[in-house]
């Protein structure tokens, strides 16, 4: 297991959650000096991140026996939020029983293995997946009548998750991230012109278009999104990706990038942003709390006219308001203030991405109120940046409003480095 | 003054309806069943991990009517009575003296003392500080010595690895595999869904489950272990009990305490009758052949010391 040094400001946005807690750890002395031998100390706390990209720690402390005599194991979750969903948390519990046994000269991890699958066994027992009935799927059906959208769709499972993408072209990837409260389908005007120049990938947010639709409001975080998109590029094993995205496709994507730098050959985000946490605009605070009133999201998507076909095709992932869940908690998740743990993971990665080569072109629909004010900010981060394209009579759904001219200036800044 | 117990649920009266009592045994509330004739002979019926006074359930009324008074108490951390939170609170030392309280405090005399698993130690630890007002002793597949240690309780798999440090915080208590799955997964005949629900409710609140996981700490297997001087004690002082009718009742299929350990009971206590053996049952007998067990003990009663309590 690794080990990592979290900042004292990380911490203080985040709550702790004791989860185990051994009153009497020397009821083991062995055990007990097993582990100070491991970890190096007999009283303090060790951290480390799991697979879910949850911070945990494992406290030791020593009343009076000159061994460690007391243990804890914390979780940390987001304050505002939350806990995420137990099967996480029992896996990643799980995980380090596993490397705890395997410190251990009288312990074997492979007991712990077995005594799992008989917890298993009966009901309320050890579950390291969703459990049953908590996700669900848009029956296939309700995508039948997709105009301009006609690719087939691919399936890749993300944690448990089915996560549909479309795919068109050959070459090195174009990755395509949609927002709030759309799908893959927003990006049919844009797909025609950029697989042209190369492998044009089209992921559904978890949550939304044909992905699986976890029914818990907890199973949605930021950062869950986050690592959802980034074992997805992981799976697809995706390189020298040209990262187009809109709205909370770059909340999301620009983390990622941050994540996973060398993956990535440019980055073009529209009408989006990587909040630090400070300065949302007046128009999203508004569009949060509007939405965050709604037991159901039925928006027009873009600010021209759409054919009730087309209008259906947003509305098809959404049978009923039990599969929105996602698309209800997103502007929850945004951080609007600067103690909010998802800000403070953003300053880190607006950190990162100041530091990175990557070209980058930020696109901006004229008529967008929610992210207008944010595009500065966001050109100011990159080093290596186009001036911002700004296109005329687009709003906040510019793939919608002018997807094959936003396609053709994209083209052309990959051909000639400008737009 | 012992707090209040909290009340038996509305599901649960059918099948134990007898009321509940309390008690102060050192500073905890002890919660017990008392059934039967004040005159009648007490029969003290004591459960071990991870069960409470429930398991007996098929003792009660064939004692009552035999004569006997029933007394069931559940042991400090178990059943209704006090779940304290603190590891230490929890030695074999700690439950006998707790029995002890109880005897003394309802005065008991001529008393049977009825254990299975972990009431068999603690039970007879308990009366062999009022050896004088020990009449009788019905033993069913547990253990009162040191030095034999079966497959089941020396196996790291998974026993030992269930109550290893944080390991048992997270399979007993995030997950309460012993106390959910415990006596419904080991009943040869099946438990019905309230009797399931009886065991699985006295132990659904967070922390209340704690015993659960001492219980096994404090097997003494060797040495050092917690306990294991009290264990021992216990075993050199068997001999003091070769004139107390004793009777040892098994289930050679539970695979806890296996007939090898009714064999050493045989040795440290060879005047003990029996062991009788009973099929279709496990480690939870009582479960198993609840009314076949209590006939067997009430005509091994009624032959050695009665009902009645002379003088």
């Known amino acids: ?419 | 003054m012992p707090r209040e117990l909290k009340p038996k649920p509305a599901w649960m009266k059918p099948v134990f309806p007898w009321e509940q009592h309390a008690l102060t045994v050192n500073g905890r509330t002890m919660a017990y069943i008392d059934e039967g004739q004040r005159e009648g002979r007490p029969v003290l019926l004591l459960h071990g991990n991870p069960t409470w006074g429930f398991l007996y359930r098929d003792f009660v009324e064939p004692l009552k009517k035999a004569g006997y008074r029933a007394i069931v108490p559940d042991w400090i951390g178990a059943g209704f009575s006090d779940k304290p939170r603190i590891d230490s609170r929890y030695t074999l030392a700690h439950h006998i003296a707790d029995l002890v309280s109880l005897m003394d405090q309802l005065k008991l005399r001529g008393f049977v003392i009825v254990g299975q698993d972990w009431g068999g130690p603690q039970g007879v630890g308990a009366a062999l500080q009022r050896v004088e007002r020990l009449s009788a002793l019905i033993m069913m597949n547990t253990w009162l010595f040191t030095g034999l240690v079966g497959r089941f309780h020396a196996s790291p798999r998974p026993w030992t690895t269930w109550h290893a440090p944080l390991i048992a915080q997270f399979f007993m208590k995030r997950h309460k595999v012993l106390s959910q799955a415990g006596p419904t997964l080991t009943s040869k005949k099946g438990l019905t869904q309230t009797e399931a629900r009886a065991y699985h409710y006295i132990y659904d609140e967070p922390e209340s489950d704690h015993i659960v996981l001492t219980w096994p700490r404090t097997i003494p297997m060797k040495e050092g272990d917690r306990g294991f001087a009290d264990m021992l004690h216990i075993e050199k002082r068997l001999p003091e009990l070769k004139d107390i009718p004793t009777l040892l009742l098994w289930a050679p299929e539970d695979n806890v305490f296996t007939i090898e350990y009714a064999q050493r009971m045989k040795e440290l206590l060879p005047n003990a009758e029996g062991p009788i053996l009973f099929d279709k049952a496990a480690h939870f007998l009582q479960d198993d052949r609840g009314p076949d067990l209590a006939k067997s003990s009430i005509d091994f009663l009624n032959r050695t010391v009665g009902a009645a309590i002379k003088g």
């Open chain 1, 1 to 419: 297991m690794e080990f990592v040094t979290p900042t004292a400001e990380e911490l203080s946005y985040l709550r702790a959650d004791p989860l185990l807690w051994e009153q009497e750890l020397d009821v083991r002395p062995d055990v007990a000096e097993d582990i100070e031998k491991a970890l190096g100390f007999r009283a303090g706390r060790a951290y480390w991140r799991s697979e879910h990209d949850h911070l945990y720690a494992l406290e030791l402390a020593d009343t009076g026996h000159g061994r460690p005599s007391q243990a804890t194991v914390y979780g940390f979750w987001e304050r505002y939020e939350p806990r995420p969903p137990e099967h996480e948390i029992d896996a990643d519990l799980f995980k380090f029983l596993l490397w705890f046994a395997g410190q251990t000269k009288s312990l074997d991890p492979a007991d712990i293995e077995l005594t799992a699958t008989f917890a298993q066994r009966q009901t309320g027992g050890v579950r390291l997946t969703w459990l049953e009935g908590s996700i669900l799927r848009t029956p296939d059906e309700r995508f039948s009548n997709l105009p301009g959208f006609h690719y087939t769709p691919r399936y890749t499972e993300i944690e448990g998750l089915r996560m549909a993408y479309v795919e068109a072209g050959e070459g090195d990837p174009i990755l395509m991230l949609h927002g709030e409260p759309t799908w893959g389908y927003i990006y049919r005007k844009m797909v025609p012109v950029l697989s042209q120049v190369g492998r044009v990938v089209v992921p559904d947010l978890i949550g939304f278009g044909r992905s699986d639709k976890p029914v818990e409001d907890n199973a949605y975080s930021y950062k869950a999104h986050c690592r959802w998109i980034r074992k997805f590029i992981l799976a697809l094993d995706l390189k020298n990706i040209t990262l187009i995205c809109q709205d909370w496709g770059g909340l999301i994507g620009l983390r990622v990038v941050s994540q996973l730098p060398d993956r990535f050959r440019r980055i073009v985000p529209m009408n989006t942003g990587i909040p630090n946490g400070y300065g949302m605009s007046e128009a999203f605070m508004a569009w949060r709390r509007f939405s965050q009133r709604q037991t159901f999201l039925d928006l027009r998507i873009g600010s021209g006219t759409l054919t009730p076909e087309e209008q259906n095709a947003y509305r098809a992932p959404f049978p009923s308001a039990a599969y929105q869940t996602a698309g209800l908690v997103f502007p929850r998740l945004v951080p609007i203030r600067p103690d909010h743990p998802g800000a403070y993971d953003n300053r880190v990665a607006i950190e990162k991405l100041r530091t990175l080569e990557i070209p980058a072109l930020p696109i901006a629909g004229e008529n967008d109120p929610i992210t207008s004010g944010a595009v500065h900010f966001l050109r100011s981060i990159f080093k290596n940046v186009a001036p911002v394209v700004t296109i005329k009579n687009a709003g906040h759904f510019i793939q919608e409003d002018a997807g094959e001219e936003v396609a053709k200036r994209i083209v052309e800044w990959m051909k000639n480095g400008t737009a």
